[in-house]
C-alpha cells in the first residue's frame, strides 16, 4: 500500500490518502478545486527524487509536512525553509515509474515554447528515424481506431542530437505536404498522447534494459484524457488497461472524463469530495455514476433507474426486459453505491435538473434498508418527496447468506449448487466459509458472496458472467411480481 499524510499544503490542511499498489489502472476523480493535482504533486516523490523541491518550492511553511509510507518504510519531509527529510531514516522510497504532470508541469509541454516552435522549421531527414511501432501503433488505434494512421511518424535520432537543435524533449515529426510537421503544430490530441505513448514506451524499454519487467512499477498521470474525443478515451482506456496487465503496471490518473470511469470497477475509482467545511472525504470503492455525477446527462433517456449496486442492476434490468418496459422509451438503470449515497445522487440530480425535463428519476433500494430509510427521511425531509421502489429481496448477499447459511434451504443449495458449482459441490463451499473466522463478523453477507463469486471463476465463470446468471437465478427462484408491477406503475 502506498500513503501519503500531506499537513497545510496547498488548499490540503490535514489529509490522508491510501491507495493499493498493484497492477491495473486506478483513478482519482473529483470535481475542479478539490485538490487532484495537488495530490498527484505529493505522490509524484514516490518516481521523482526532486518532485518537492520542483513542485513545491513556492508553497508551504514551517508546518508543512508530506510522510510518505510504504510496505513498512516511512518517510517524512517537512519545509525548514527547504525541503528535508525528518523522520528516523528509513532508506528513501523510490519506486521505478514516471509522473506525468499537468499543463503546467507535464513534460509533454516542454518544448511548447514560442522559442522552440522556430526550431522545428529546421528539421533536416538526416536528423530523424522512423518512430518505434509502440507509438505509432497505439497512436493510430487510440486516435483514429487505424493502428496504421501514423506509419509515416518520425523522431529525432537521440536525445543528445534534440539536445543539439535545442529541444529540452524529444519531439516527434510527421511528413505532410512535403514538409516536416513537428508534434508541436499537431493537434492538442496528438501532441499530448505521443507525449504520453513515447513516456510509457521509454518506461517498458528502460525495464527490460534493467531486467526488472517482473517488478511493479508505478505511473502518475494528472489530466490524461486532455483534448481527446469521447471514443479515443474509451480507447485509451482500454489501451491502459491491458498495458497495466501486459507490463506490470500500477497506473493513477486524475480525470474528468465520463467514459474513462466507466471503464473501471468501483475498487479501482478514489473519488475526493470537499465538505461544506472544507475537509475532504474519499469515496472508495466508488460507482461511476457517483463519481461522475456532476458531469452526467441524460443523453437523450426518458427514464434513469438509480440503483446500490450491480447486482441490483441485473435484477432490475431483466424485470424491465421480461415486462418490456423499454419499448418505446429509453432506460438506463445506473449502480450508485450504498443507498445514502444513492438518494444523495437523486436529490442532487432532481435539485440541480442537470437531466432536463423529460426525463424522470427513481431509485430501487435493497429491501433490508426500508423501514431505516422511511425513518431516517420520513415525512418533511427533501429525501422524502424523492421517487423510490425497494427490491422485494434484502439484498442479494444477505438472501443467500440466509438460505445458505442462517436458515439453510435444502431444496435452494441444492439447485444453486447444480447452477454454477459441478466441479466442487456447494457443500464443500459452505463448509470452508463456515470454519473461516472471517464468518463470524460476515453479517452483510459479502465475504460469502466474495467466496462464492472466487469459486465461480476457478469453475469457469466470469465474474461478471457470474453475477449476471445469478441474478437470472434469483428471480426465477424467488417472487419478484410484486417489483415488476411497482416497476410498471412507475414507468407508466
Known amino acids: 500500500m502506498l500513503q501519503i499524510e500531506v499537513k ?33 504533486s505529493c505522490l509524484s516523490k514516490f518516481v521523482y527524487r526532486g518532485a518537492l523541491r520542483s513542485y513545491f518550492r513556492s508553497d508551504g511553511n514551517a508546518t508543512s509536512r508530506i510522510t510518505y509510507s510504504n510496505n513498512g518504510q516511512v518517510n517524512s519531509w517537512i519545509k525548514q525553509p527547504n525541503w528535508k527529510r525528518d523522520d528516523q531514516g528509513d532508506p528513501e522510497i523510490l519506486l521505478d515509474g514516471f509522473y506525468e504532470g499537468s499543463l503546467i508541469f507535464g513534460s509533454r509541454f516542454a518544448d511548447a515554447h514560442l522559442s522552440k516552435l522556430g526550431k522545428s522549421h529546421n528539421i533536416k531527414s538526416e536528423d530523424l528515424v522512423k518512430a518505434s511501432d509502440f507509438v505509432v501503433k497505439n497512436l493510430g488505434r487510440i486516435l483514429r481506431n487505424n493502428e496504421n ?35 508541436l ?62 507490463s506490470n503496471f500500477c497506473i493513477y490518473f486524475a480525470t474528468h472524463s465520463v ?7 468501483p475498487d479501482n475509482i478514489f473519488y475526493i469530495n470537499r465538505a461544506i467545511d472544507k475537509s475532504i472525504d474519499i469515496v472508495n470503492p466508488c460507482y461511476p455514476a457517483y463519481a461522475t455525477r456532476s458531469l452526467y446527462s441524460n443523453d437523450g433517456y426518458d ?70 430509510c422511511l425513518k431516517k427521511y420520513g415525512q418533511g425531509t427533501r429525501e422524502a418527496t424523492l421517487k423510490k421502489l425497494f427490491l422485494p429481496i434484502h439484498s442479494v448477499e444477505k438472501f443467500l447468506k440466509k438460505k445458505l447459511i442462517d436458515e439453510p434451504c435444502v431444496d ?33 453477507g459479502k465475504n460469502l458472496f466474495r467466496v462464492l463469486t472466487a469459486c465461480a471463476e476457478d469453475q469457469g465463470h466470469t465474474r461478471e458472467r457470474f453475477k449476471s446468471e445469478l441474478c ?3 428471480t426465477e427462484n424467488t417472487e419478484v411480481s410484486s417489483l415488476k408491477s411497482k416497476l410498471s406503475q412507475a414507468v407508466a
Request: negative net charge.
Open 303 to 372: 427514464l434513469i433507474i438509480l440503483v446500490e449496486d450491480d447486482l441490483a442492476r441485473f435484477i432490475v434490468e431483466k424485470a424491465i426486459r421480461e415486462e418490456n418496459l423499454s419499448q418505446s422509451r429509453m432506460i438506463k438503470v445506473l449502480p450508485c453505491g450504498g443507498w445514502e449515497k444513492t438518494l444523495e445522487l437523486q436529490l442532487e440530480m432532481k435539485t440541480s435538473l442537470m437531466l432536463g425535463q423529460g426525463c424522470d428519476l427513481i431509485s430501487i433500494l435493497d429491501g433490508d434498508i426500508e423501514s431505516e
Open 8 to 40: 497545510n499544503i496547498r488548499s490540503l490542511d490535514d489529509f490522508t490518502l491510501t491507495l493499493p499498489f498493484q497492477a491495473g489502472l486506478h483513478a482519482i476523480a473529483g470535481e475542479n478545486g478539490v485538490g487532484k493535482s495537488t495530490i498527484f
Open 472 to 474: 437470472s437465478f434469483l
Open 185 to 246: 503544430f499537431m493537434s492538442s490530441g496528438e501532441l499530448l498522447l505521443i507525449g504520453l505513448l513515447h513516456f510509457i514506451n521509454e518506461r517498458i524499454e528502460l525495464k527490460k534494459k534493467r531486467n526488472i519487467t517482473d517488478q511493479l512499477s508505478l505511473i502518475l498521470v494528472d489530466e490524461i484524457e486532455l483534448a481527446l474525443h469521447a471514443s479515443a478515451q474509451q480507447r485509451l482506456a482500454g489501451f491502459l488497461n491491458n498495458i497495466a496487465s501486459v
Open 149 to 183: 494512421h501514423y506509419s509515416s511518424l518520425m523522431k529525432i535520432k537521440t536525445k543528445t542530437k534534440a539536445e543539439e537543435l535545442g529541444f529540452n524533449g524529444n519531439p516527434y515529426f510527421i511528413e505532410r505536404n512535403g514538409k516536416w510537421v513537428s508534434q
Open 259 to 265: 467514459q474513462i470511469i466507466n471503464t473501471l470497477k
Open 412 to 444: 435452494f443449495a441444492k439447485k444453486f449448487g447444480d447452477r454454477f458449482f459441478i466441479a466442487r459441490s456447494i457443500e464443500d463451499i459452505i463448509n470452508d466459509y463456515s470454519t473461516s473466522p472471517k464468518t463470524g463478523s460476515d453479517n452483510s
